[in-house]
């Protein structure tokens, strides 16, 4: 949301928050740009932080001055970014589903109102405990009364819960206040503020602090990377494919859904036992899959593309929603999963949801609709020039995509077996390779180590 927000508060971070941050971004290796889409003053807190968030980051600012603009906004700067930070929910549910990349943003949370909770206790005439708060969950609210140990029973929470809902905070707010049940009036969305003021109802607008706008660069930065999931980290997919139209009701005596199913079941099966992950069927046209984060990099193209929608489309004209979660213990991953397939199937533009075990949200687009771009750039001549010696040097029969081992770039380039390692882990750095769950050697032993060699990013611009 955070629709022209005020001014966010600039809280000094524990030594041990910017080390972990120092750490993540560590792990962009690969140079990334991240488009950020907002409100002009919100968009330039975020442009601040440039300096600090390395040299492989680069922020791209796309501020719309109206909400009329934010699509032809967010659609102009797609064309030269990796990944789509927007501002707020908001912003991200109007214009996320038209977007040929990846799309994440900036959540809401119970920091903003922290915030704003001391800017306002500054006015006597405001009683914290009888406000009304719009866009942050009732939980959340209650969860950061209990911190401060004050009472939440008086207090009134209008969640976001779509656009639409941001239509009725104005009037929610105002009936509260004017029937006396409330002081004020804390929002996220700045019209809604101008509104209230201008009707004489005290108004405070939370903002996420800079500590949250740092943390959704970072977060940004390694999905546009694909590095945001830790290699062995477990995964969880939910697929839900529409069935056809006029096949009827599910049941097993439907044959002819039965049929599609199985092929179904087929088709993603052959996908996921090439990525090492495990497809179990459940019930009607729902699946479920189970993988290492490698593995969904690859079924994603590094979490740029939505996994086997453009397959089922092609094969079978049939529309498929993914539901990926990630978390702590499976049960966590597997309600993240369910989370994300309810969003996915809201946003039909983005048809994979990520949800991560932090709560952040991206969007996936289907690869059809996917722009190559170039990612290395002039710092990585001689990667560029190397890879390119590797594709010259494997057969033209090999397979699309070309997926490869130290052994096989041994072979090919008649070096050692450490000069190739050294060679892909060099191209892994560059933006022009990607890590992949290991394979089971042949004759047994260690597994290999294997490497998908992005050459559509050889191409000129």
């Given at each position: 949301m955070n629709d022209d927000l005020s001014q966010p508060a600039t809280p000094s971070a524990p030594s041990s928050r910017v080390a972990s941050r120092r750490e993540h971004l560590a792990q962009v290796r690969a140079p990334?740009?991240?488009?950020?889409?907002?409100?002009?003053?919100?968009?330039?807190?975020?442009?601040s932080l440039d300096a600090a968030v390395g040299d492989?980051?680069?922020?791209?600012?796309?501020?719309?001055?109206?909400?009329?603009?934010?699509?032809?906004?967010?659609?102009?700067?797609?064309?030269?970014?990796?990944?789509?930070?927007?501002?707020?929910?908001?912003?991200?549910?109007?214009?996320?589903?038209?977007?040929?990349?990846?799309?994440?943003?900036?959540?809401?949370?119970?920091?903003?109102?922290?915030?704003?909770?001391?800017?306002?206790?500054?006015?006597?005439?405001?009683?914290?405990?009888?406000?009304?708060i719009d866009s942050i969950s009732e939980t959340e609210v209650e969860e950061a009364f209990a911190d401060i140990g004050r009472d939440a029973s008086r207090l009134h929470v209008a969640p976001y819960e779509g656009p639409e809902s941001v239509d009725g905070f104005s009037?929610?707010?105002?009936?509260?206040?004017?029937?006396?049940?409330?002081?004020?009036a804390f929002t996220t969305v700045k019209a809604v503020a101008n509104r209230l003021e201008a009707e004489s109802i005290p108004a405070v607008r939370m903002a996420p602090t800079m500590a949250n706008l740092r943390n959704a660069v970072v977060t940004s930065a390694l999905l546009g990377t694909g590095s945001l999931l830790e290699?062995?980290?477990?995964?969880?997919?939910?697929?839900?494919?529409?069935?056809?139209?006029g096949s009827g009701h599910w049941g097993w005596s439907n044959y002819r859904l039965q049929g599609t199913r199985l092929t179904v079941h087929q088709v993603l099966l052959e996908e996921v036992e090439a990525a090492g992950a495990a497809l179990l069927a459940y019930e009607g046209m729902t699946f479920g899959i189970t993988a290492t984060a490698g593995a969904l990099r690859q079924l994603t193209d590094n979490l740029h593309t939505a996994p086997f929608v453009d397959r089922l489309q092609a094969a079978l004209g049939l529309q498929a929603f993914v539901g990926i979660g990630s978390g702590r213990t499976v049960q966590e991953?597997?309600?993240?999963?369910?989370?994300?397939?309810?969003?996915?199937?809201?946003?039909?533009?983005?048809?994979?949801?990520?949800?991560?075990?932090?709560?952040?949200?991206?969007?996936?687009?289907?690869?059809?609709?996917?722009?190559?771009?170039?990612?290395?750039?002039?710092?990585?001549?001689?990667?560029?020039?190397?890879?390119?010696?590797?594709?010259?040097?494997?057969?033209?029969?090999?397979?699309?995509?070309?997926?490869v081992d130290a052994a096989r770039v041994a072979e090919a380039l008649s070096v050692t077996l450490r000069s190739a390692r050294r060679i892909l882990n060099s191209l892994v750095a560059a933006g022009l390779a990607w890590t992949m769950p290991p394979a089971p050697s042949p004759g047994g032993g260690r597994p290999r180590q294997r490497f998908r060699l992005l050459v559509q990013r050889l191409e000129p611009r």
């Open positions: 990334v740009k991240v488009g950020v889409v907002g409100p002009p003053d919100v968009v330039q807190n975020i442009l492989n980051v680069q922020l791209i600012g796309a501020a719309h001055q109206v909400d009329a603009d934010l699509l032809t906004r967010a659609q102009a700067v797609s064309g030269e970014a990796d990944i789509i930070l927007f501002t707020g929910p908001l912003q991200y549910d109007l214009a996320a589903d038209t977007l040929p990349i990846p799309s994440t943003f900036v959540p809401i949370s119970g920091t903003s109102l922290f915030s704003a909770l001391i800017r306002a206790s500054a006015n006597p005439a405001i009683e914290m405990e009888r406000i009304s009037r929610f707010h105002a009936d509260l206040y004017r029937s006396g049940a409330t002081t004020a290699e062995a980290q477990l995964v969880l997919m939910t697929v839900h494919v529409t069935s056809p139209e991953a597997d309600a993240n999963a369910q989370q994300a397939l309810g969003l996915a199937q809201s946003h039909a533009g983005h048809p994979a949801q990520v949800v991560g075990a932090d709560g952040t949200v991206v969007g996936l687009p289907p690869r059809s609709r996917r722009q190559e771009r170039v990612v290395a750039d002039d710092k990585y001549p001689h990667e560029r020039d190397m890879l390119r010696r590797i594709i010259m040097a494997l057969p033209d029969t090999e397979p699309e995509p070309l997926i």
